[in-house]
């Protein structure tokens, strides 16, 4: 129940938008009145929702449980000003997302029991260091009084150190034989649910838990430590967990009626995370093992090296690995001979959806490992389980998509028939021109339609206008392909200007591959890079899409970063307000006269880069 004052100031219009100096007074107010109820701060990079589900139960035998929290302050107030005087626990989680952020919550919330589960390299950047983030959250436990309880987790070297930052009693808990509360002979191979015996104080109590995976131990026994904290025996705390479910999008079993187990683990995918997908996997016992991965963050270096690294981990203990997203092309650098058909990678979850309808069946076991507000990957399950409409990947909610209402909102049921696309599609191939192999082929990217000439998205059409020209080569149509071909140096020399939007390039490319008998290998992509200073050029021998998502596309339908590419500068002399109305808007008379010089340079390029193999960059 809300406070009085609270409740009152929800009359008056517009109270939200006055929130953040309306709630901390309130609940400072109403924290006065609750000196009965005993406070529990939960902090930690990781596991501290799940320890907060855990304690809840556990403290739910022996009274009225308040469990709230979040990572701003205005969530935090409200969860006090929620809490009534005859509740006897009420459960804070407390996300750090910035240096400072906990000094006004805390002064609030007066914990009288501190719990810090782990620290890792979420928040990595806001924070700069991973000492700065346990600093941050070490200030749960400076902040307990004498007669309070600090929640350590032993097997944590930052966190262990905390002891010394209170006068606490301290309970320390972990899979070291030194934690006062420890875990020993471990179990959870997959479809067993996590099983451990816990021992204190020299006896040992079974913990049957429905969790999924070794590395929830760590929550389940801040929980118990939490239950002993408040006074309560062992066996009690252990007996209320043995039911809890998982936490939905926290390593959480679907499985449908053909056989098919997701198991979501898909709020957030902070490289450092990933180690224990790859152990639950190791170890789980299914028919086949697939791992989705979505938008990996809280990492150092470079997103190439990153994503590889993941790829190559992930291809160790999964019969296929799917990347999902903006990033996704990066992982394709990891494929080899042995893992090309294993190593998948797609631009949206829809493409992912329909690549995995075909291959999945009964027994298999698909891991989802993403971030709730970059991917939105437990669709690939509610699809699974029922079709969905939405398929957006530009939402940007911090909301699971099951709690979503435009998921279902717009259903169709079937597709229209292909046939006349495919009749078109075969009178194109007929009319092909008689290629022969070894061949080169050269693809412009470029949007068609007379308002996109002269336009920076456009310069790859250009180059291969400019390169047409000087050989004295003809275009013609071919379905959504203008081509132009001759003999040079002994090779079939094919350009090839798409048809479709730039987004669309891959599936221009991908039917003429399939008619021609041309490969990834055999092209290279002429494309434009808003990066690079204005006319300047630089050629790969192959690589991720760099954000272009017409190299994106290519990448994507051929799976593989194999293309060669021939890039031209094309940034604008100061920031755009939007880079997509730049790319489609004609360049002005001094940045033409620039693209021009470039344009006949890039085609000079291009023969050569036909004459001597491609290896480096340059």
């Known amino acids: 129940m809300l406070s009085p004052l609270l409740t009152a100031a929800q009359r008056v219009p517009g109270w939200w938008k006055m929130s953040s100096l309306l709630l901390p007074g309130i609940a400072a107010w109403h924290r006065r009145r609750l000196d009965s109820v005993t406070f529990v701060a939960i902090t930690g990079s990781a596991g501290k929702t799940t320890a907060k589900m855990l304690a809840t139960a556990v403290l739910a035998t022996a009274g009225r449980v308040q469990a709230r929290g979040g990572n701003r302050v205005d969530k935090i107030m409200s969860s006090i000003c929620a809490t009534r005087p005859d509740d006897s626990f009420c459960i804070i989680e407390m996300g750090a997302e910035k240096p400072g952020c ?294 940007g909610k911090n909301l699971l998509c099951r709690s979503c209402s435009e998921l279902r909102a717009e259903v169709k049921r079937g597709e229209p028939p292909a046939r006349q696309a495919t009749v078109a599609k075969n009178k194109a191939v007929a009319g092909l021109p008689q290629c022969s192999m070894p061949m080169q082929v050269l693809v412009g990217i470029g949007n068609p339609g007379g308002r996109y000439d002269n336009t920076p998205h456009n310069v790859g059409w250009a180059v291969l206008d400019a390169l047409a020209e000087r050989l004295a080569l003809a275009w013609t149509a071919h379905e959504d392909v203008l081509l132009a071909h001759t003999r040079l140096n002994g090779e079939t020399l094919l350009l090839v200007k798409p048809q479709t939007y730039v987004n669309n390039t891959g599936r221009s490319l991908l039917w003429l591959a399939e008619a021609l008998g041309f490969k990834a290998e055999d092209c290279i992509l002429v494309q434009d890079d808003i990066h690079l200073p204005l006319g300047k050029l630089r050629s790969r021998a192959r690589g991720s899409d760099g954000g272009h998502k017409g190299v994106r596309s290519a990448l994507v339908t051929f799976q593989t970063d194999g293309f060669r590419r021939l890039k031209i500068g094309v940034a604008p002399a100061e920031p755009p307000r939007s880079a997509t109305d730049y790319l489609v808007t004609p360049f002005g008379p001094a940045a033409a006269a620039a693209i021009d010089g470039a344009v006949e340079s890039a085609a000079e390029r291009l023969l050569s880069m036909i004459k001597a193999p491609l290896t480096e960059k340059c």
Request: glycine share 6%; proline share 4%; net charge neutral.
């Open 102 to 395: 906990f000094d006004r919550s805390l002064a609030t919330v007066r914990p009288r029991i501190g719990v810090v589960t782990a620290i890792g390299a979420d928040h990595l950047k806001a924070f700069h260091t991973i000492a700065a983030i346990a600093e941050e959250k070490a200030k749960v436990i400076a902040c307990l009084p004498e007669d309070g309880t600090a929640v350590l987790n032993a097997d944590d070297p930052r966190v262990l150190a905390m002891a010394g930052r209170t006068k606490a009693n301290i309970i320390t808990f972990g899979c070291t034989a030194d934690a006062a509360l420890r875990a020993e002979n471990l179990r959870s191979r997959w479809p067993e649910r996590l099983t451990f015996s816990a021992v204190y104080r020299g006896k040992a109590v079974e913990v049957r838990t429905r969790l999924c995976g070794t590395h929830w131990t760590t929550s389940v026994l801040a929980a118990l430590a939490v239950g002993l904290a408040a006074g309560l025996p062992l066996a009690q705390a252990a007996n209320a967990i043995e039911a809890v479910e998982p936490y939905p999008s926290r390593m959480w079993p679907v499985t449908s009626n053909d056989g098919v187990t997701f198991i979501l683990d898909d709020w957030k995918s902070s490289l450092w995370t990933m180690q224990s997908a790859f152990d639950f996997l190791e170890s789980a016992q299914a028919r086949r093992k697939i791992l989705v991965i979505g938008t990996l963050s809280d990492y150092g270096g470079s997103t190439a090296t990153a994503y590889s690294r993941v790829a190559r981990a992930a291809l160790d203990v999964a019969d296929h690995v799917l990347f999902i997203g903006p990033m996704a092309t990066h992982a394709l650098r990891a494929k080899t001979p042995e893992t090309t058909e294993r190593l998948h990678a797609f631009a949206n979850v829809k493409d992912a959806a329909s690549f995995l309808h075909p291959l999945l069946g009964l027994g298999d076991l698909v891991l989802v490992k993403g971030s709730v507000n970059a991917d939105h990957l437990g669709r690939l399950a509610h699809h699974w389980l029922e079709p969905i409409s939405c398929w957006r990947m530009d939402c």
